[in-house]
């Protein structure tokens, strides 16, 4: 059998999924399992990825980098390093002075590419729709920028005087924060500022962790930025997330995106049998999920893995991916959705005299690669975690946000949880950031992450825009509802997280277009433009004239809600 690396398991995701789904990073010790494979590494010395065939509609989009400071915090440290930036003047207008400035801020991830600027699922349905809009409609020229975010893609500092060091050491990675990186952008936009020559309105865009960024880059720095569009961030910091597999489970209920309380059943059920069995012959269960080396699975901790690594490999969780934070409702593939996911299990269940165990093994290897075994071997995994190796998905780099900032470790420790409740505690990943990293004071710091930004306190502030899909786990984490007008919240139902900000398409659901509507009307409303944009009465979304006052709502009734717009 063939062991499945990552670099298989990123073509059948792109297999399963027409479009390309960004966001914060779940992949974690799942997928480095794969005995010494990861995928496509780049060592330190050659940070700079393959080059790509620029398409025509890139033409006008320029690669460019600037001198960064390299730790804003102390005035001894003069070190610098290249951070690398785009920037298109596709939308400025002949004869006019440029009146604004929009830029799709950076983060986790792969690094940015021009694409980025056109048509990627960064910022291309809200900002350079709205760009587009302000720039053919109302003759208004708007600068546009993507700035890449530190320790990703290209915008790694340099190390060792020439030795090559690796810059994802444990020693070097301590300039790596958000912070750092709020602080690189308020340097870019006054740097930027005083090459225009003018100061613009800027106003930031960006969805997950960008998102996240994109709000703080307001709140924290208004005589920089004058606005900022916030979809899919998750402000309400946590080190244990339950939330996040809390509403997997209710999306599997959730009827608008094809779910049902038999779909969830039967996960939950086929988990439930799994563990059953991992107690009493794990050797059968390995066999039954086609791993490598079943022997592996008589330890505790490889239980522990296998109930999650056959999906979380996918970007998911628990014995088959479920694509919650992707579902896509006009994908074409066989398992592609929610909706496709739930008839497919539902269906076998009610016509087979298959066990709901069964059907997970039959969804698993449709998700998989034919033929393919998976490697399970949690310590393997923490010996290649701890390789100081730059990797073009940034590994290491997001790695290290969690265990020093953000946390976001998603746990499965109920009945609401599709999956196997108590087969992963958040113990799991803290013992990743205590071997990898030597940071044992996870909570400390997720705190204090919190006390600096204020989480889901937005008592100060003004002209965030935060937009969230109901869909969305990473919802359960986000600013679904505010009572100031100046800081306005909009749910979208049936959406996953931050679909707006892809790629347009005819085959967009009526809530996406309309919630791009409200996007643009707000912004424009900011910006001292007057919209003209019109809503469909039974599609209606709140404007800037009211506030929603309602209780913020637990995770786990977010997706079972009845969503107004009126």
Same mark, same amino acid.
């Given at each position: 059998m063939i062991p499945l690396t990552l670099t298989t398991l990123v073509v059948v995701v792109l297999c399963l999924s027409p479009i390309r789904v960004e966001g914060i990073y779940r992949y974690r010790y799942r997928d480095v399992l794969q005995q010494n494979h990861f995928g496509k590494i780049k060592q330190a010395d050659n940070v700079q990825p393959a080059a790509k065939e620029t398409t025509a509609a890139e033409d006008d989009v320029q690669e460019l980098y600037f001198s960064q400071t390299l730790d804003h915090f102390d005035s001894n440290n003069h070190g610098t390093f290249q951070q690398r930036y785009f920037k298109t003047d596709r939308y400025i207008v002949e004869n006019q002075v440029s009146e604004f400035t929009f830029l799709c801020v950076g983060g986790e991830g792969p690094g940015m590419d021009k694409s980025v600027l056109v048509d990627s699922v960064h910022c291309t349905g809200d900002m350079l729709e709205l760009a587009k809009r302000l720039s053919n409609e109302k003759q208004i020229s708007v600068h546009v920028y993507a700035l890449e975010h530190r320790y990703y893609g290209t915008s790694y500092p340099a190390f060792g005087n020439g030795k090559q060091e690796s810059p994802v050491t444990n020693q070097n990675l301590r300039f790596l924060s958000s912070r750092q990186a709020l602080e690189d952008l308020a340097h870019f936009v006054h740097s930027i500022n005083e090459e225009q020559g003018v100061n613009t309105k800027w106003v930031t865009f960006g969805g997950s962790y960008p998102g996240f960024m994109a709000a703080y880059a307001r709140l924290k720095y208004p005589h920089l930025v004058y606005a900022g569009v916030s979809s899919s961030a998750p402000l309400d910091l946590k080190v244990d997330f339950p939330g996040y597999n809390q509403l997997v489970g209710a999306d599997l209920k959730y009827p608008k995106v094809g779910g049902s309380e038999a779909c969830f059943d039967v996960v939950k059920e086929g988990h439930n049998q799994a563990v059953q069995l991992i107690e009493t012959d794990p050797i059968k269960l390995a066999e039954t999920f086609n791993i490598c080396t079943p022997e592996n699975l008589k330890d505790r901790r490889n239980q522990e893995v296998l109930l999650y690594v056959l999906s979380m490999a996918l970007r998911g969780d628990g014995l088959i991916q479920i694509p919650a934070q992707s579902n896509d409702p006009s994908c074409e593939g066989e398992l592609c959705n929610i909706e496709r996911l739930c008839q497919h299990m539902t269906s076998m269940a009610s016509s087979t005299n298959s066990s709901a165990m069964d059907i997970l093994v039959d969804v698993a290897s449709k998700q998989a690669p034919s033929g393919a075994c998976l490697e399970v071997d949690w310590n393997t995994t923490l010996a290649e975690l701890s390789k100081p190796t730059v990797t073009e998905e940034g590994w290491r780099s997001w790695l290290w946000q969690t265990c020093t900032e953000v946390g976001f470790y998603q746990t499965c420790e109920d009945e609401s949880c599709p999956y196997a409740a108590s087969f992963h505690s958040v113990d799991m990943d803290l013992e990743i950031c205590s071997v990898v990293f030597n940071v044992t004071n996870v909570h400390e710091n997720v705190q204090a992450s919190l006390d600096y930004y204020g989480g889901l306190d937005l008592d100060g502030g003004s002209r965030v825009l935060f937009v969230n899909g109901d869909v969305d786990p990473w919802s359960a984490l986000g600013v679904l509802n505010s009572t100031r007008c100046s800081l306005p919240a909009a749910i979208v139902a049936g959406a996953s997280?931050?679909?707006?900000?892809?790629?347009?398409?005819?085959?967009?659901?009526? @809530?996406?277009?309309?919630?791009?509507?409200?996007?643009?009307?707000?912004?424009?409303?900011?910006?001292?433009?007057?919209?003209? @944009?019109?809503?469909?009465?039974?599609?209606?979304?709140?404007?800037?004239?009211?506030?929603?006052?309602?209780?913020?709502?637990?995770?786990?009734?977010?997706?079972?809600?009845?969503?107004?717009?009126?």
């Open positions: 997280h931050h679909a707006w900000t892809h790629v347009v398409r005819e085959s967009d659901a009526p @809530e996406i277009v309309q919630v791009r509507k409200y996007i643009y009307s707000v912004v424009e409303n900011w910006l001292g433009v007057r919209s003209e @944009e019109e809503f469909d009465e039974d599609k209606q979304i709140p404007r800037l004239r009211g506030c929603l006052e309602e209780p913020r709502l637990l995770p786990h009734e977010i997706a079972n809600r009845d969503i107004s717009y009126e």
